[in-house]
C-alpha cells in the first residue's frame, strides 16, 4: 500500500509499530523466563529457591519427608547408608548421589536428617561429607535433633568455606512427616532462612525462626522436654483410673477438653489405650534428645529435675530392650511400679509383666 500522499498516517502506523513490538518483546522475555525458571531456580515472590535439592538421611522421618519434596515438583538427590531406602526414595522419582559429597556437588541446597550429633558432624564435616562438595553459596540445612552445641561448631566450619547453615529440627512425629504438616524450629540468618522458608513449608506447617544458629535445637530440646514430660504424666494419670476401677478411655475423653488436654494427649492416649507401641518416635532417640537437653542444661547451670526423671526412665526402658517402641511406651514403666496395665474395666486387669 502506497503511503507516500499520506504523511499525516505516518506517526500513528509508526506508534502502533512500536506497540507491537514492545508487546512481542514482553511475550517473548516471558516465555523466555519461564522456561529459564523451569530448569534452574523457581522464584516465590522475590525469593529465589532452588530447585536441586539434596536430602542425607532417610530414615522414618526423612523418608516422607523427601517424599514430600518430590510431590512439589523438586529435583531430588538421595544418599542413605541404608541401600533399601534410597531405592525407595529411586522409585518415586528421585536420583541418588554415591555419597554425601556427590549430593552437594549435585545441588543447591542439602538437607541432612540423621539421628543424633556425631551423625551429623561426620556426614557434613567428615570425608566425602557434604562440606567438601559443597560450593560456595550452597546452603546446608541441618534437619536432625542434636545438641546446638553441635549446630553451632557445623555452622562455623560452614561459615568459613563460604557455605550457608541453619538448623531445622521438626516436631509431630511420622504422621506429620507423612502430612507435611510438621513444626519447624529454624535456628540462624533471616535472609538464609528466607531463601530455603518456602521449601521448608513444603513439609511444614509451622515455620518459625527462632534465633541465630543453635536456637532451632534450643527450642526442639524444649519441645521435647515438655512432650516426655506430658507422657510421663499422662501415664500416671491413666494408671491410677485404672486402678480406681474406670475406664481409661472414658477419662481421657472426660479430660481431653478441659485444661489438661493437649496433642500430646489426643495422639498418645488412644495408642497406650490400645497397646499400640508401633514407632512414630522411638524410645532411644527420645532418650537421646533428653540427654543433649541435660547437657545443654549443665552448660547454662539451668537445673532440669523433671527432665532428669523422665531421661532414667527412658533409660531404664532402653535397658530392657524397649529402645525402639514408641515414646508413649513410657507408661509402661509406670505400669510395672504399680503392678497393672491400663486397661477398660470390662476387660480382665491385666498385671504388668515383671
Avoid at 206 to 212: R, Y
Avoid at 336 to 351: N, Q, T, W
Wanted: glycine letters at 12%.
Amino acid at each position: 500500500m502506497d503511503f507516500s500522499g499520506r504523511v499525516d498516517n505516518l506517526p500513528r502506523n509508526w506508534y502502533i509499530c512500536q506497540q507491537l513490538k514492545g508487546i512481542r518483546e514482553v511475550v517473548n522475555r516471558g516465555a523466555l523466563r519461564h522456561h529459564l525458571m523451569s530448569e534452574i531456580p523457581e522464584w516465590r515472590g522475590t525469593v529465589k529457591v532452588s530447585s536441586k535439592i539434596g536430602f542425607i538421611g532417610l530414615g522414618i522421618m526423612g523418608r516422607p519427608m523427601a517424599r514430600n519434596l518430590l510431590k512439589a515438583g523438586h529435583k531430588l538427590w538421595v544418599f542413605d547408608v541404608v541401600p533399601a531406602s534410597v531405592e525407595e526414595l529411586k522409585k518415586a522419582g528421585a536420583a541418588s548421589g554415591s555419597s554425601a559429597k556427590d549430593v552437594a556437588e549435585r545441588t543447591d541446597i542439602v538437607i541432612t536428617m540423621l539421628p543424633d550429633g556425631p551423625d551429623v558432624d561426620k556426614a557434613v564435616l567428615g570425608p566425602n561429607g557434604v562440606l567438601e562438595g559443597a560450593r560456595r553459596g550452597s546452603i546446608i540445612v541441618d534437619m536432625s535433633s542434636i545438641s546446638p552445641l553441635v549446630s553451632q561448631k557445623v555452622g562455623k566450619a560452614c561459615e568459613e568455606r563460604g557455605v550457608d547453615f541453619i538448623d531445622a529440627p521438626v516436631s509431630g512425629g511420622e504422621p506429620k512427616a507423612v502430612d507435611g504438616t510438621l513444626a519447624i524450629m529454624v535456628g540462624g540468618d533471616e535472609k538464609v532462612f528466607g531463601k530455603v522458608k518456602g521449601i521448608l513449608q513444603t513439609m511444614g506447617s509451622s515455620v518459625t525462626l527462632t534465633g541465630p544458629i543453635g536456637a532451632g535445637n534450643v527450642t526442639k530440646l524444649a519441645n521435647q522436654i515438655i512432650v516426655a514430660c506430658n507422657i510421663a504424666a499422662m501415664g500416671e494419670a491413666l494408671v491410677l483410673a485404672t486402678r480406681a476401677g474406670l475406664d481409661p478411655e472414658v477419662v481421657f475423653n472426660a479430660i481431653k477438653g478441659g485444661l489438661a488436654g493437649s496433642t500430646v494427649l489426643n495422639s498418645k492416649a488412644p495408642m497406650v489405650i490400645a497397646r499400640n507401641f508401633k514407632p512414630g518416635f522411638r524410645i532411644r532417640l527420645h532418650q537421646k534428645d533428653l540427654r543433649n537437653a541435660l547437657l545443654a542444661a549443665e552448660e547454662m547451670k539451668v537445673p532440669l529435675p523433671l527432665t532428669s526423671l523422665v531421661q532414667g526412665t527412658l533409660m531404664s526402658l532402653m535397658n530392657e530392650g524397649k529402645g525402639d517402641l514408641d515414646h508413649s511406651a513410657i507408661v509402661t514403666a509406670l505400669e510395672k511400679m504399680a503392678g497393672i496395665e491400663i486397661a477398660r474395666p470390662d476387660s480382665e486387669l491385666r498385671v504388668a509383666a515383671d
